[in-house]
């Protein structure tokens, strides 16, 4: 029953910059992936960036190069540093947790994650 709060959405003008926070209730340590999400109305949950335990980092096309995801593991904490934002980026921002068995696992594909925090909103606009 690991819990995840996610934290540091808000409204900023294109071009600014927010930085996400996503909190455990255990050790990141213990799963393999912690992976951003976003979903804007009307389209698809969509995989942003993930970290793994070992430290390796994966993104998305569109945000490679303006976002970048590190942890603090003794603070059981992911962060997500957006910058150059654009208003395309506009959506719910969700944290999650992926502890995957055997077989194929696609860091960015919401199916292979099992733990999920609640949200938190991001808004790009003039």
């Known amino acids: 029953q690991l819990q995840l709060v996610e934290s540091g959405g808000g409204l900023v003008q294109p071009g600014g910059s927010l930085r996400l926070s996503c909190t455990a209730s255990g050790s990141i340590l213990d799963y393999y992936s912690i992976g951003w999400f976003r979903q804007a109305p009307g389209k698809e949950r969509e995989g942003v960036s993930s970290?793994?335990?070992?430290?390796?980092?994966y993104y998305t096309g569109s945000v490679k190069g303006r976002f970048t995801v590190s942890r603090d593991n003794a603070k059981n904490t992911v962060y997500l540093q957006m910058n150059s934002l654009k208003p395309e980026d506009t959506a719910v921002y969700y944290c999650a947790v992926a502890d995957p068995g055997p077989g194929d696992f696609n860091v960015l594909q919401d199916r292979y994650y099992n733990y999920w925090g609640q949200g938190t909103q991001v808004t790009v606009s003039r």
């Open positions: 970290i793994t335990s070992d430290g390796m980092t």
